[in-house]
């Protein structure tokens, strides 16, 4: 079973940024993409990249959070800046192995244990 681990959450401030890694052991997704879930509020889409490095974000993400993936390692990325209150939630990585890339959750079927991230006002 391919493991997902998600690191490099934490405490920070609002504004400031934050980078979230995912370690994919042994296996490269065609699509990955992080998802998050805040209290009170169902698990949402964030951002999502394709191998060959297509990306797509969520609407309230887009010039703030930027995606990346490093292939040769099987890791991707989430550079979060400017980050909100707004933006605290347990942030969690997913494999895909559909080759159109991805936002829908249902079509993730590797996920992680999430990191939480918490941004204090």
């Known amino acids: 079973q391919v493991q997902l681990v998600e690191s490099g959450g934490g405490l920070v401030q609002a504004g400031d940024s934050l980078t979230l890694s995912c370690a994919a052991g042994?296996?490269?997704?065609?699509?990955m993409g992080w998802f998050r879930h805040a209290p009170w509020k169902k698990r949402e889409f964030v951002a999502a990249?394709?191998?060959?490095?297509?990306?797509s974000y969520a609407a309230s993400m887009k010039g703030r959070f930027t995606i990346s993936r490093d292939n040769t390692k099987n890791t991707m990325f989430l550079q979060m800046s400017s980050v909100r209150p707004e933006d605290t939630a347990v942030y969690y990585c997913?494999?895909?192995?559909?080759?159109?890339?991805?936002?829908?959750?249902?079509?993730?079927?590797?996920w992680g244990q999430g990191t939480q991230v918490t941004v204090s006002s």
């Open positions: 042994g296996r490269t997704f065609s699509s």
């Open positions: 990249i394709s191998r060959g490095g297509g990306t």
């Open positions: 997913a494999g895909s192995s559909w080759s159109i890339l991805q936002i829908e959750e249902r079509r993730y079927g590797s």
